[in-house]
Every structure is written in C-alpha cells, then in structure tokens.
C-alpha cells in the first residue's frame, strides 16, 4: 500500500545511547518532515527537507540529526538520546503544491530511561 | 511567528449535541488542515480548506474557513460516539517551505 513507512515502532533507549529512526514514503513527494508529539503539546517540527538535497531545522531541532538519503528517504538521528526526548515521532511527506495535506507515518513511541 | 490556537482544548459532550470547534492563527494564510488522530494512532487527514469562504462536509462534520478573520471552525452536529478523538488545525506557514504548524489539539469525548 502507498504511504508513510516508519521504523521501529516501539524503541526504549538508555540516556546516552544513539539510534536512527527511519521513514520511507512511496507516493513520490518532494517535502518530507520529522514531528515529536508530546502530551499537550500538538505536533512541532523537528526538522523537514523540502526537496531532495535541502534540510532544515524546525521548531525543536536540539539534539536530533537529519540525512534526506534520496527522495524516498528521511531519516533521523538521536546522537546521545536523553529522557527529554521521550516522545512520539511521526514522519510525514507532502505534497502541498497539489493543495494537498500531509501524509503522516504510523509514528514511533520512544522512550529514554 | 505562526501560532496556530484551538479552544476548546477538551470538550465533553452528550450524543445527539452540536458543538463547534475554533482554530485562531495568527499570519495569513490560505490553507488550513484539519485532521483527527484516534488514541495510539496516526493522523488521518479530514479536512483541506483552500480558500476564503471553503466550506467542507463529510458526514456529521463540517469545516469552514475565513482567512479575513484568521479563523476556521469544526462543526460537530448529532455527535455520535465514534466521533470520541483528538482533532488537529494546522496551517501552513508560507513562503516556499510549505511549513504545517499545528493546534495543540482538541480531545472530544462523546457520551452515551
């Protein structure tokens, strides 16, 4: 099915260890974005890539690393996670000339303890 | 800066009631989202709002949007359970980037 792929689903880090979240998306989109949802807080951008080879810092970038691998992928990268980052990371791509919306992933849980 | 505010943030209500929820943004902009996120789950697109004066229907829910006010509303008529989520506005930010900046959300619980 066409869509938003995210991996893993579930991680549980310890303070100071690093790991990649990966996203992949089908549909041929230009822009893609990492969001952290947190209780009460709606969702902030992380970073996003407007296009292939471009990235950007969003509203929270502190802490997290990006590589738009080609356009298909967007990664992100916790160097040395910390509890702050405990969250729900949702990956989405776009295509928002067409009028359109975001498609969003099925999210990552994260835990860091 | 993009601010993007919902009220309610929670809203209870009974079946069979209408209510209505507001999504305020603070710059212009000419399109406003609105999507419903069930509990564990991902976002499901709803709504897409182009234009002052679009108005949107999809079964008991109803989304309008004047930019002039800086203002969309979510309509919710004969509330039924399955309605019970978390509803998002977000809106674009402008310029090239193609930014959505998000509401915090509102949680609606529809009871019995």
């Known amino acids: 099915n066409a869509g938003v792929t995210q991996t893993p689903k579930f991680q549980v880090l310890k303070t100071g260890q690093s790991m990649t979240l990966q996203c992949a998306q089908d549909?041929?989109?230009?822009?893609m974005y990492w969001y952290r949802q947190d209780p009460g807080m709606g969702l902030r951008l992380i970073y996003y890539?407007?296009?292939?080879?471009?990235?950007d810092k969003g509203e929270v970038p502190n802490g997290y690393n990006v590589s738009r691998l080609n356009k298909r992928e967007f990664s992100l990268r916790l160097e040395s996670a910390a509890p702050s980052q405990t969250s729900v990371y949702f990956c989405?791509?776009?295509?928002?000339?067409?009028?359109?919306?975001?498609?969003f992933g099925s999210g990552t849980r994260l835990t860091v303890v | 800066e993009l601010k993007v505010e919902q009220n309610p943030l929670f809203l209870s209500m009974q079946e069979g009631k209408n209510y209505t929820i507001y999504c305020n943004y603070s710059t212009t902009s000419d399109r406003l989202y609105w999507y419903r996120q069930d509990p564990g789950k991902s976002l499901e697109s709803l709504f897409v709002l182009l234009s002052n004066g679009a108005v949107k229907q999809e079964g008991r829910l109803m989304a309008s949007l004047d930019t002039k006010a800086r203002l969309s509303t979510l309509h919710i008529t004969a509330a039924v359970h399955d309605l019970s989520a978390t509803y998002f506005c977000?809106?674009?930010?402008?310029?090239?980037?193609?930014?959505?900046?998000f509401g915090k959300g509102t949680l609606l619980t529809v009871n019995p």
């Open positions: 890539s407007a296009s292939e080879g471009t990235t």
């Open positions: 989405a791509s776009s295509a928002i000339t067409e009028g359109y919306g975001y498609t």
């Open positions: 549909m041929n989109h230009n822009s």
């Open positions: 977000a809106v674009i930010s402008g310029g090239s980037n193609y930014k959505l900046t």
